[in-house]
């Protein structure tokens, strides 16, 4: 089931790289021995097995995608030269793809000037965010809702800076009332807006964030690490496209190449719509720079070296498929909510489930009804083992009860907290298996459940 057929487009590919350097004068590289390599390759195939299967449509657990056949290639490509993007000493050709890969993500959200990186993931990209939100206003404290990602408060205390969460409304957004309720009270240096929640794919309320911050003064810092692109998704609700829309205006974005962005781990990107907040990255490193006078990333970046892989895979990637409204690359997200939303639907008609409210992107939330949160919670976990021995992966959440009100009126309240299974229909091939993950789930739940 793994694609193989692309390892004859590396050979040609390897073929072209290496004309590249035919003006040097001979060189033996060292031996190596390709039986051993061969063994120990084939022994670390084994120990893979140890693995769910993330790239199958049955696996629709976690927020993990398989890299697009021309990332692994561009990727593997790039290896046989191994640059560093910390400088442009140590790699000039896929630097300026760095440049002009983060470049058409900050025009996917209508910036033309901007200052931006690739980095190793959400959480540093997060960082980066935080560390600028800091600097441009000292020890104010940073706003997230409940839902938002643990990151956020885990980096303000490595950034020394206070944090403090906003409640959520019914839908996992933050609340706007409440917002405004803390903002009333000053020392506010920056509100984070999560446009797209790890539990339930729900986003913040941004048009209305926007307007407070006429009023507060705030920065807002938008972290799209998993929703960014659905940007360009075309089957949005009203509200949620009237939220993506206002996100030119925010002050800073994360968004994750390696999530929807079809790319290998690690690939995150930070951007800023002021490119003046580079003055803040000063510092001089003279052994590192030494041949250009050019920027260099490593100036713009609190990490050094840097993959240049990443960057060349994602490079490519968005020249086979553009960042654009109504394109293939947008058509694939399109299919992932209407995934859910389907999938959605057949939870809603059948009455052994509960569902709190119709998502936003492509992740959602549901749980078997029972008497009590405490039963609905155990049965969560014997349906999540059940679907695991047929083969279908789906991962476990924890989401306040009150996000499913009213549906447990008549249910024991005996938590605060309800164990749901969660989706993530990430992968467009997962419209086309919707019936058979509906399917296997209906056989665990009627195993565990005996309906």
């Not at 995934?339 to 809603?348: C, E, G, I, P, S």
Request: aromatic share 8%; glycine share 6%.
């Amino acid at each position: 089931m793994l694609e193989r057929d692309t390892l004859k487009i590396l050979q040609e590919a390897l073929r072209k790289l290496d004309a590249g350097f035919v003006s040097l004068p001979e060189f033996a590289a060292a031996a190596t021995d390709s039986q051993k390599i061969s063994e120990v390759l084939t022994s670390t195939a084994e120990r893979l097995h140890d693995n769910y299967p993330y790239f199958h449509p049955l696996y629709a657990g976690q927020m993990l995608k398989p890299p697009h056949p021309v990332a692994r290639l561009a990727y593997a490509l790039a290896q046989w030269i191994n640059p560093n993007n910390h400088a442009l000493d140590g790699g000039r050709a896929s630097s300026a793809m760095e440049q002009e890969a983060v470049a058409e993500i900050a025009a996917m959200f209508g910036w033309h000037t901007h200052l931006g990186h690739l980095c190793g993931g959400g959480t540093m990209a997060n960082l980066e965010a935080l560390w600028v939100a800091g600097q441009r206003a000292p020890g104010k404290t940073i706003l997230a809702s409940e839902q938002a990602h643990y990151t956020h408060q885990r980096i303000s205390r490595v950034l020394q800076l206070p944090c403090e969460t906003v409640r959520c409304d019914a839908r996992g957004r933050m609340d706007v009332e409440a917002l405004r309720a803390r903002l009333a009270r000053g020392d506010v240096g920056t509100v984070v807006a999560t446009m797209g929640t790890t539990a339930t794919g729900s986003v913040d309320p941004l048009a209305e964030i926007l307007l407070l911050r006429q009023k507060f003064r705030f920065r807002i810092h938008a972290d799209a690490a998993y929703g960014g692109y659905f940007h360009l998704a075309g089957n949005l609700a009203e509200e949620t496209r009237r939220n993506f829309d206002q996100i030119q205006h925010v002050d800073s974005i994360v968004i994750d190449p390696h999530k929807h962005g079809l790319q290998p781990y690690g690939c995150g990107c930070v951007l800023f719509r002021d490119p003046e907040v580079g003055r803040l990255y000063k510092h001089d490193s003279p052994y590192t720079y030494f041949s250009s006078a050019e920027l260099h990333l490593g100036e713009i970046s609190l990490e050094c070296s840097r993959p240049g892989a990443a960057a060349v895979a994602l490079w490519a990637t968005q020249r086979l498929l553009p960042l654009q409204k109504h394109g293939e690359f947008a058509k694939s997200l399109e299919r992932c909510r209407e995934a859910a939303l389907r999938f959605h639907q057949r939870l809603a008609q059948d009455g052994r489930f509960l569902t709190p409210f119709l998502p936003e992107l492509d992740i959602l939330v549901f749980a078997p009804r029972a008497a009590s949160v405490d039963e609905a919670s155990a049965l969560t976990r014997k349906i999540f083992q059940a679907a695991a021995r047929r083969n279908l992966h789906l991962a476990i959440a924890e989401i306040p009860v009150a996000f499913f009100d009213p549906q447990w009126t008549s249910a024991k309240q005996d938590r605060f907290g309800l164990t749901c299974l969660r989706t993530v229909l990430m992968k467009p091939e997962h419209l086309d298996w919707l019936d058979r993950i509906w399917a296997i789930l209906d056989q665990a739940a009627q195993e565990c459940s005996g309906r």
